[in-house]
């Protein structure tokens, strides 16, 4: 089952802050972050491990919650370039050496001038 | 830097032909992967492979297999191409242990079946 991402869509204006949520109804080892832009390949942005860790370059940063099976991407002070469309991809904990990972269906973010 | 590249970036075939869908990557890693994308659905695995000859099949295999001679090249292969296979294919590869390491991926191949 695929994770549940919120909000399908955001937009804001340059230099507002957004936050991206990511749950999944499963445990899990790892959640990664990626953005893609229209007609472009998915980048990877960064992965969060089993253990609570928070994550984070330049102003694009992200917390992983294991009791709650969730992850959250923050924006802050976001510029044109931050806008795109951000996934996130699960890996179970009951599988941890598996290679696969299970992608959210995706937010839009539209950052306006 | 690590290159995804898949062979087409448009592709249009006709209903019932076999289509065969390229990847090759440069950085000598274990896992590739083969994803569709959809509008709304965001990316969902069709099968994955860890080594040569080696697969897995992934949350939507049915319709499609995949063949992995050599390290580098990863193909995904529509038997009988559907216009409900019309769709976004995405290849992705990775070093073992996918869960600790990034996913690169290619350009995508816009496929459509008329």
């Known amino acids: 089952q695929q994770p549940v991402q919120s909000p399908q869509a955001v937009i804001l204006r340059e230099g507002e802050d957004a936050v991206i949520n990511c749950s999944s109804s499963?445990?899990?080892?790892?959640v990664h972050w990626y953005r893609q832009k229209h007609g472009e390949a998915p980048i990877f942005l960064m992965i969060?491990?089993?253990?609570?860790e928070q994550k984070g370059h330049d102003k694009i940063s992200a917390s992983f919650n294991e009791k709650k099976q969730q992850s959250s991407l923050y924006l802050t002070a976001s510029q044109l370039s931050y806008s795109g469309t951000y996934f996130c991809?699960?890996?179970?904990?009951?599988?941890?050496?598996?290679?696969?990972?299970?992608f959210g269906t995706g937010t839009r973010l539209t950052i306006i001038p | 830097d690590v290159k995804v590249t898949q062979s087409s970036r448009y592709l249009v075939k006709r209903t019932g032909e076999k289509v065969f869908l390229e990847c090759v990557q440069d950085?000598?890693?274990?896992?590739m992967f083969w994803y569709r994308q959809d509008p709304g659905l965001g990316l969902r695995l069709i099968y994955f492979?860890?080594?040569?000859?080696?697969?897995e099949k992934g949350d939507i295999p049915e319709g499609y297999s995949v063949s992995r001679e050599k390290k580098e090249r990863f193909s995904l292969i529509l038997e009988s191409a559907s216009t409900n296979q019309t769709s976004m294919y995405l290849c992705?590869?990775?070093?073992?242990?996918?869960?600790?390491?990034?996913?690169?991926f290619g350009d995508g191949t816009r496929l459509s079946i008329l």
């Open positions: 499963k445990a899990l080892y790892s």
């Open positions: 492979s860890y080594d040569v000859k080696m697969k």
């Open positions: 992705a590869s990775s070093l073992m242990g996918a869960q600790r390491q990034p996913q690169h």
């Open positions: 950085m000598d890693h274990e896992n």
């Open positions: 991809g699960t890996g179970p904990l009951s599988n941890f050496g598996n290679e696969k990972l299970t």
């Open positions: 969060l491990l089993k253990g609570g």
